[in-house]
Nanobody, 118 residues
Framework: QVQLVESGGGLVQTGGSLKLSCATS????????MGWHRQAPGKQRELVAR???????YYSDSVKAHLIISRDNYKNALYLQMNNLQPEDTAVYYC????????????WGQGTQVTVSS
C-alpha cells in the first residue's frame, strides 16, 4: 500500500536551514510528478514545489527564492532543501504527488512540522 513518510522538520531561527526528506513505498515513483505541500495554521494546504520525473521544477511565488526540491528515482525519495527560512514558512510539510500532473495519493503521510522563530 501507499506509504509516504516525511522527516527532517524542526524548530529553527529566522534565516536558518532545514532539509526535509520523504521516503515513499507502494507507488511507481519514477512515473510520478511529485510535490511538497504545506499547511500553515488556519490555512488550507497548498502546493509549494513540484518536480517532474526528469527533474524540471516549479515553485510557488512565495518560496521560489529559498526552497529547492529534488528527487532520487533510485531511492524513491523526495527532498526539500529549505534555506533562509522565515516565520511565514512555519507549517506542516507533506510530500505527495503534485495533484495536477499526477493524481494525489491516499493516504497522506503524517507530515513534518517546520517552525521558524522570529
Amino acid at each position: 500500500q501507499v506509504q509516504l513518510v516525511e522527516s527532517g522538520g524542526g524548530l529553527v531561527q529566522t534565516g536558518g536551514s532545514l532539509k526535509l526528506s520523504c521516503a515513499t513505498s507502494g507507488i511507481d515513483f519514477t512515473t510520478k510528478t511529485m510535490g511538497w505541500h504545506r499547511q500553515a495554521p488556519g490555512k488550507q494546504r497548498e502546493l509549494v514545489a513540484r518536480i517532474f520525473v526528469r527533474g524540471a521544477t516549479y515553485y510557488s511565488d512565495s518560496v521560489k527564492a529559498h526552497l529547492i526540491i529534488s528527487r532520487d528515482n533510485y531511492k524513491n525519495a523526495l527532498y526539500l532543501q529549505m534555506n533562509n527560512l522565515q516565520p511565514e514558512d512555519t507549517a506542516v510539510y507533506y510530500c505527495n504527488t503534485d495533484g495536477e500532473y499526477s493524481t494525489i495519493l491516499e493516504p497522506w503521510g503524517q507530515g513534518t512540522q517546520v517552525t521558524v522563530s522570529s
